[in-house]
């Protein structure tokens, strides 16, 4: 039997000499073969749909890096856009959809039973990415956390602080947590999916974790976790999760343990040493070099890499950026990231 690929070995809990490495966004405009494709698909979600390119820029970086992981090319907005909602990208500006502010709105939706009708290219993606990986690089399926997804489906669009949704959570409870189950039920069964489809882990983003206080915190971010967490687990209980409650700051301490999550991912608002003795203690832990490192290089990229990699390497560990490296990145600094956590 081959060795188990690294990233499963991080998130079954063990100790590697060299942790594994994966990044997020890692197709991604920084890359000009990504800039390339994405011409040929001619738009942004005409690329997550078409499943030949999809896989095609799925591949690139690990073509050119050999990271450790592939995470599917696709968005966490696609599962509102298969709920209904509609959805497009303004360049330059980001994602537009249409609003969800009444019951009217919501009655509008579709039922969780028809999202495949849209998410079945995904699916497709996530075969063709299975055969054509190296035998060693483990595939990534995911989707967005319901509070993330919320406050875009709320909002219509990016907000700084999601006032619209907090707006909304306050103003109308009952409709906002109706929201929260329709995307808690639609994310399972669109993970199930992925995973049906051969995705090996599947990571949750909850990208604005961050802005929910207190009991909040527990109701919309911890709980919708465990709750997608539990399904897929009883569905797939060989099937590591990973949790990403980005900015959740004293909310990542006992987030697995809550959640049932394999692996907590940490943004670099946390440092190492602060999170290896309150979150990697209860286990795999991601992250979380700060992604302007891409951008800016030099000898702060080595000495930061290289300072990670020891504050981590106690226990389980995955390198991988505190979040999303941008377009403005030079992918010469992404390889010296990777040979500075090699060892090279
Ligand atoms: O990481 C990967 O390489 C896999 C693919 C992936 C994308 N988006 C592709 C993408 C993943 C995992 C995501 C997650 C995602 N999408 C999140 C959670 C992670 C995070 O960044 O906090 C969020 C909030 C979104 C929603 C989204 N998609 C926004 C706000 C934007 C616009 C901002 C931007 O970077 O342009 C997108 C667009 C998007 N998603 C791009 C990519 C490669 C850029 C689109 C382009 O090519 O023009």
Redesign the pocket.
Known sequence: MAAAKTILRSLAGETLPTPPIW???????YLPE?KAT?AQAGD?LS??YNPELAAEV?LQ?IRRYGFDAA???????LLPQALGADLW?V?GE??RLSTITTQADFDKLKPVGEIDAVLNPIYETVRILRQELPQETTLIG?A?APW?VAT?MIAGR?TPDQAPAHALKDENRELFEALLARITQGTIEYLSKQIEAGAEVV?I?D??AGSLKGADFQKYALEPAREITAAIKARHPDIPVIG?P?EAGDGYIGFAKATGVDCVALDNSVSADWAAANVQVDGCVQGNLASSHMVTGGQALIDETRAIVKAFSGGPHIFNLG??I??DADPDNVQRMIDAVRGQ
């Open positions: 990044m997020m966004r890692q197709a991604g405009r990504y994405r942004f690329l997550c799925t970086p995470i599917l090319f696709a968005d966490i907005l990208f360049t980001g994602p995911f967005g993330t875009y990016g990571k983003f990208s604005w990403f980005r979040h999303g941008t377009p």
